[in-house]
């Protein structure tokens, strides 16, 4: 396969439309009886779209788009043996997939109002002749699958399907039990009859989707049924491996954070199946599908933030990036996947209660009038439908938008927690023998190996959104990723192997929250090297609280933790303050401040370093490409500009540490004030046993016992994560945690006087108050490190 594509790109830019007005169509009165042409007619107005002006933005443009990616399909289309294009060889199972998404733009060309060619008798044929060369070629029971399994069983024959639905009847019988004969061979029912290996999570919906519409485009009762039946052990909450858990994690490939890619096409394929379904004779009725409803706010909105979609749970699409050099190349990038899921959300809405559809048609609303950045109804990569789902939610005058909530959410299940406040939002990506470093196969993603190294990039309410967006995958020094304690040990592209999944040997990551601030911790080891340490953030007000103890290797290679790397785009020159004194502007300067007690970058943000320390500073022009991290990327040059503050540890440290406070959106003025109020927030321990602060003003108390020991006024008598808020009425909440999921009769002191026990969890088997606060878990083992809530008086 030629360009910058991903498999999944593919599906995402080739969703046909609907028959023009007046085309013939088999959905008429004659045929109004037949459930299976009604099921037919349904799916292609839910994927292609309706109700839209084909005259009005943003079809207009979308259509005219179609129209010209088309016919330059059609001008370079060429059947001879062993392709369809000349760039898309058929012995490798991309261009399979890829000659099918061709066709499948021809379709909407021909299909769609206002391309130009809508009703082209040529370009019909064309399209014709382009199905009976792939089927004579490439795709019919004859042929043995070959390559990545994901073309013959999800890629190709989706597209083929989709096809087959909008020109049905403008394919002869024999076309018909053609195409259908080959999905029979690559997708048979025994595809999936186990629910294991690569019939798992957003693979086996993707199956189910060709099940159910081969079903339907052959009359094929027993196939739609079992489309439907296989569904059900995608609903259920699993404890391992992938799916949806309890907690609002969504892992895939057993081992990954993946709400926002592998999450995503299961959502968007749900919400299509369940839509299509509903009030047929198959409807989806397992009351466990209400799990997958729920995760609209559980599992995906935690991540969606002004309508992009968080890298922390994105894995190997994030380094699909930006490559349109073209009129054939997908946007991608967090906003292009947010814009996706919202779409997904809008469609999912139909199958749900009335009451949770207008709630996500104000997510939704939120979402996109928030999305400054890339406005939704711009992204030509959405389809028709798409775009007149999300049109339909932007009109509504009864729907009102939702604001971005304050919260913090933590997702132990696959070790991320996001942090949200009024102005900004901030997420934490760690690693255990629970979850993956990062993924790379495909060639993509080679280079991300830190990304699970205490990687926390956040955005602003108005600022700050294209931040990853920009080229930052391409361009940014992958061994200084914001928020990461790592070893400049040089790594190979793809360290730890395709699909190998690298997991560092350890499991306290974690950490415990109230639902507004959180103690999170990770014990950290580096990939394929000697680094260790032990990591802290403390998720607050209007800052986080960041520590790095412990810090340690022998790789002889310089350690460094990285406090920011912003990414000021192609010409930014943002001023960089350091204790009040404004610094040179010019790519290429760089600085080492001793005692710097505060820094702000105009625009963005403030970071304290309490009790002043020495910080490096660097402005670079960095010049890469997409081809540096994905093979299948472009190889066209980009530049950004970048601005990176860091602690160097030096070579092979022993027990080195730092500690800083990030501060978004803070101007000079309030980091100044905040570097100035010493008594703000005091460290209390860290180090390799603990790692805890104070702050006076919130009434917070937090540890990170890595060991068992005391700080602070609390005691743990063996490891565990401790988050005390005293709320100044009298009353407190104590949230543990046992990250490790290992410990059974954990004791927690406070050093408090408590008068009494408001609420406890039933893990509390013995509470002693008065002059301390004396709590005995019982088995926490079980309960994936969900943290432990407790409401107290004091006295």
């Known amino acids: 396969m030629s360009g910058s594509w991903s498999r999944r790109s593919f599906l995402r830019l080739s969703a046909c439309a609907a028959l023009p007005a007046g085309a013939p169509s088999a959905g008429s009165a004659s045929a109004a009886g037949d459930a299976y042409e009604a099921l037919r007619l349904k799916w292609r107005e839910m994927v292609l779209g309706s109700g839209f002006d084909p005259a009005a933005a943003p079809f207009r443009a979308k259509l005219a788009l179609t129209g010209g990616q088309a016919a330059e399909h059609r001008t370079a289309m060429a059947p001879v043996s062993g392709s369809l294009w000349p760039d898309l060889p058929l012995n490798l199972s991309a261009s399979i997939t890829g000659s099918y998404s061709r066709l499948a733009t021809m379709t909407q060309a021909y299909a769609q109002p206002g391309t130009g060619l809508t009703g082209d008798a040529a370009l019909l044929a064309e399209i014709k002749t382009g199905l009976d060369h792939l089927h004579q070629q490439a795709y019919n029971p004859a042929k043995s699958q070959f390559g990545n399994w994901w073309d013959f069983q999800i890629g190709s024959p989706q597209l083929l399907l989709d096809i087959t639905t909008v020109l049905h009847d403008r394919l002869s019988a024999a076309q018909l039990a053609n195409h259908l004969a080959a999905v029979d061979a690559f997708v048979p029912d025994s595809s999936v009859s186990r629910y294991t290996g690569t019939s798992t999570g957003a693979n086996r919906v993707d199956l189910c989707r060709s099940l159910a519409l081969r079903g339907v485009l052959g009359g094929n009762a027993a196939k739609i049924a079992l489309a439907r039946d296989a569904l059900s052990p995608v609903f259920p909450f699993v404890t391992s491996g992938d799916g949806f858990y309890a907690d609002g994690s969504f892992v895939q490939h057993t081992y990954l954070a993946y709400t926002g890619s592998y999450g995503a096409v299961l959502l968007g394929g749900l919400a299509g199946l369940l839509a299509l379904l509903n009030g047929s004779a198959w409807a989806v009725t397992d009351p466990a599908r209400q799990i997958v409803l729920d995760s609209v706010e ?53 199958a749900a209660s009335g009451t949770e559809n207008r709630r996500w048609r104000g997510l939704v609303k939120g979402w996109m009038q928030r999305d400054y950045y890339s406005p939704v109804l711009t992204d030509t990569d959405l389809s028709v439908a798409a775009l007149a789902r999300l049109k339909a939610v932007q009109d509504d005058d009864t729907v009102s938008a939702l604001p971005e909530p304050t919260s913090h959410r933590l997702f132990p299940s696959m070790d991320r927690a996001v942090h949200r406040r009024p102005g900004w939002a901030a997420s934490i990506s760690m690693a255990s023998r629970r979850m993956g ?63 190998g999944l690298p997991r560092p040997d350890v499991s306290w990551v974690g950490g415990a929250t109230d639902g507004e601030y959180a103690a999170l911790g990770q014990f950290l080891r580096g990939l394929a090297g000697t680094l260790y340490a032990k990591k802290s953030w403390f998720c607050l007000a209007d800052s986080v609280v960041c520590l790095a103890g412990a810090v340690r290797a022998t790789d002889g290679a310089a350690v460094e933790t990285v406090v920011e790397n912003r990414n000021l785009g192609a010409s930014g020159g943002q001023a960089l303050t350091v204790n009040g004194a404004a610094q040179p502007t010019s790519p290429g300067w760089s600085a080492t401040f001793t005692g710097a007690r505060w820094a702000q970058i105009a625009g963005h943000g403030g970071y304290v370093f309490p009790g002043g320390a020495t910080v490096k500073a660097l402005r670079e022009a960095r010049t890469g490409s997409w081809r540096d991290v994905n093979t299948g990327g472009t190889a066209d040059p980009i530049t950004r500009r970048y601005l990176t503050l860091w602690f160097d540890h030096g070579v092979d440290p022993s027990g080195a540490a730092c500690s800083y406070v990030l501060m978004p959106g803070a101007g000079p003025a309030a980091t100044a004030a905040r570097a100035a109020d010493t008594g703000w927030m005091t460290v209390l321990a860290n180090g390799n046993d603990r790692q805890g602060i104070v702050v006076p003003s919130l009434g917070v108390t937090a540890v990170n016992f890595w060991f068992a020991g005391s700080a602070g006024g609390l005691t743990a008598d063996k490891p565990a994560c401790v988050l005390v808020r005293e709320h100044g009425d009298g009353t407190a909440t104590l949230c543990v945690s046992d990250p490790m999921r290992m410990q059974t009769g954990l004791t927690v002191t406070w050093q408090r006087p408590v008068a009494s026990v408001l609420s406890k969890p039933a893990t509390v088997v013995s509470a002693t108050t008065g002059p301390a606060l004396t709590l005995t878990f019982g088995d926490l083992t079980g309960l994936a490190g969900a943290t432990q809530r407790i409401e107290v008086t004091l006295a």
């Open 298 to 350: 559980a599992s995906f909105a935690p991540f969606l933030f002004n309508g992009l979609m968080m890298d922390a749970v994105s894995g190997r699409s994030t380094n699909r990036g930006n490559p349109r050099t073209d009129s054939h190349g997908f946007q991608g990038g967090d906003h292009g996947r947010g814009h996706v899921v919202m779409a997904s959300i809008a469609q999912l809405g139909t």
């Open 437 to 499: 470093f990062y993924e790379t196969g495909n060639g993509e993603n080679l280079r991300g190996w830190h990304a699970g190294a205490g990687m926390l990039q956040w955005w602003g309410d108005t600022y700050g959104n294209g931040q990853y967006t920009d080229a930052f995958w391409a361009t940014v020094d992958p061994y200084r990723l914001p928020g990461t304690t790592v070893s400049h040990k040089v790594l190979a592209d793809a360290e730890g192997g395709a699909w």
